[in-house]
């Protein structure tokens, strides 16, 4: 069966005064490119007398119209009685203009027969063109409801049901995998999404399974369920109305990944050269259980067409734990290191992991100072910090043969981190050299490049304003200091280190050629990075995390 999936906006009105905000809110939405309109008339419809305003909205919307007014105990806000509300629907089906579906709660149908013969009548009776049809729903706003494939079956056999929806708050992103599954499955035209943080995959790959419709806010903070994306990030950010049965899905994998600027730059490349790509927020717990249960899934799934992910902190040792305990291929650096940050998987569903941050790291360190990676061997660096940027930069210029002092603030997290590190080999067996520093004693060493791996500087971090080289360090012509926080673009320490004279280094340029790295792994394809830059402009200085 195949079906078009429309973008639906979902708008709540509170008050008859609400009307033409409403509705102008809908028009810009449909400007946009929404093709129907989810009133939500919970409130409204408490409001004695309110049924001719309900009725004028539903005729003076600007695309067809969903139409719903959901009671408490269905996760709406509607307190009142039920004969009110059978009331509403029944003059909205028999309108002159009808909204195009009237949503039911499939427990207040089964529970109330005289809204099945009212409606079921209501439905007989209306005029064809414009018809209304009736859309059973049901929702859970905790978890997957035990006897969810009941509820489908009731819905499913119910003669005057159209269409079916379901929704469900997600606890994994396996819960997706599900969704996508009932739709692909039905008997009638359906709509089945996940709520919550796990559940945006469902609503973006509506399209895929071909869901009837899936749902966006008007904008930030407009949300009628949790999870709902904004309209604008649906057809802009997503490309939904690009997505379809065949288009390869990618993601970030990490914990926590909302704030990630990888579906921006990633969905902007695959626009740029006409990709049949998605790119998503996949955020999985910190666990290797829950990375092996919910990556192995994704990667199982028959349609799903799930070929590749960026994967961030927590989860770069976990990518080649699994990668090489499925049996795939773990690329040689990423073996040495540990780590990878780059899941691929062909169309034969062979999976690869490699690791492009290290290459990344060189080629922006390298490229500005006008050197190849190995005139590293030797260089004395000091490196800032002990997370995860810490551990791959070290990784990097380690690599390539540099002589590598960690400095953090708190002393044992770079005791282990170096010492983990120097049980790593370069590409001809040598131990990476790698030790731990007092930071107090920083400015006793006698370092070409400083580089800083806190989130010092960082805007909407622990210390925005602060720069994370102690002042005893003295920094002239002969240094270079790369700072690899990104947002802002110009950071404390990149303004010290030009006013002593030192070169510096941004971050972006490292962010963005790891990702530039891991397109052409997905694709075959380089994309401009002017592409990528522009797809930022304006984003990283106002995101305080990006990632
Ligand atoms: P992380 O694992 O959480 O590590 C944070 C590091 O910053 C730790 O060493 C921490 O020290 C240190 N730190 C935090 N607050 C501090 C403070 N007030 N004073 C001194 N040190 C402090 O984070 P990460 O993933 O490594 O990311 C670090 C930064 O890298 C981010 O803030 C981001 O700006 C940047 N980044 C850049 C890229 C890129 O591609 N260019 C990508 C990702 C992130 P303790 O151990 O003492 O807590």
């Known amino acids: 069966m195949v079906q078009v999936t429309y973008p639906a906006v979902s708008i709540t009105i509170r008050t008859a005064d609400d009307i033409d905000r409403a509705l102008s809110r809908a028009a810009r939405a449909v400007g946009r490119g929404a093709r129907l309109v989810e009133w939500r008339l919970d ?25 719903t007014c959901r009671s408490r105990a269905e996760g709406g806000e509607y307190d009142g009685d039920d004969s009110t509300r059978e009331a509403l629907y029944e003059r909205l089906v028999l309108a002159d203009k009808p909204p195009r579906y009237i949503d039911i709660d499939l427990a207040y149908w089964k529970r109330s027969e005289t809204l099945r013969k009212t409606i079921t009548a209501a439905l007989a009776h209306c005029g064809d063109d414009p018809k209304a049809s009736l859309m059973l729903s049901t929702h859970d706003f905790e ?21 079916i929806k379901i929704a469900w708050q997600a606890r994994s992103l396996r819960d997706n995998l599900e969704a996508l599954d009932l739709v692909t499955d039905r008997t009638k035209p359906a709509v089945v999404l996940c709520m919550g943080e796990f559940g945006l995959m469902s609503r973006v790959l509506a399209a895929k399974s071909g869901a009837l419709l899936t749902y966006a806010s008007v904008g930030a903070g407009a949300e009628t369920a949790p999870g709902q994306p904004t309209i604008d990030d649906l057809l802009g950010r ?20 909302a704030h990630s600027l990888g579906p921006v730059i990633h969905n902007a490349g695959f626009e740029k050269i006409g990709y049949d790509g998605v790119y998503l927020p996949m955020p999985i717990p910190p666990q290797f259980e829950h990375f092996k249960a919910t990556v192995g899934s994704l990667v199982d799934h028959g ?28 690329g040689d650096l990423a073996r040495r290191l540990g780590a990878a940050n780059t899941l691929v998987i062909d169309n034969a569903g062979r999976i690869e992991c490699t690791n492009t941050d ?9 490229g500005a100072m006008g050197i190849a990676p190995p005139q590293l061997r030797d260089v004395p660096i000091a490196v800032l910090g002990a997370g995860g940027v810490a551990r791959a930069v070290i990784g990097a210029v380690a690599d390539a043969g540099a002589n590598v002092v960690v400095f953090n603030r708190t002393r ?11 049980e790593c080999r370069d590409a001809a067996g040598r131990p990476f050299r790698v030790s731990a520093g007092d930071l107090d004693s920083i400015a006793d060493g006698t370092f070409r490049i400083f580089v800083n791996c806190t989130s010092v500087g960082m805007a909407g971090g622990p210390a925005p304003h602060a720069s994370p080289l102690p002042e005893a360090v003295t920094l002239d012509e002969s240094v270079i200091v790369f700072d690899t926080v990104y947002a802002p673009a110009r950071t404390p320490l990149l303004d010290q280190a030009e006013a002593a004279g030192a070169r510096s280094i941004g971050g972006l340029d490292m962010f963005l050629r790891q990702a530039a790295l891991q397109f052409r ?25 990006p990632t």
């Open 521 to 545: 792994a997905w694709t075959g394809r380089d994309v401009p990075m002017e592409a990528f830059r522009e797809s930022i402009t304006g984003r990283i200085d106002a995101d305080p995390d």
């Open 303 to 330: 349609t799903l067409t799930f070929r590749g992910a960026s994967v961030t902190a927590p989860h770069k040792e976990n990518l080649v734990r699994f990668v090489a305990e499925s049996g795939g291929r773990v």
């Open 358 to 366: 290290a290459p990344a790291i060189l080629a922006s360190l390298c």
């Open 43 to 67: 409130e409204l419809a408490e409001i004695p007398g309110s049924t001719n305003a309900a009725v004028e909205l539903v005729a003076r919307s600007p695309a067809p119209s969903i139409a």
């Open 143 to 163: 978890r997957r409801p035990a006897d969810l494939l009941q509820r489908v079956e009731a819905m499913s056999n119910e003669p005057a049901c159209s269409v």
């Open 412 to 422: 044992p997290r770079a005791d282990v981190l170096a010492g983990e590190l120097r």
């Open 238 to 257: 997503y490309r939904f109305e690009k997505i379809g049965p065949a288009t390869a899905v990618y993601g970030v994998i990490g914990w926590p990944v």
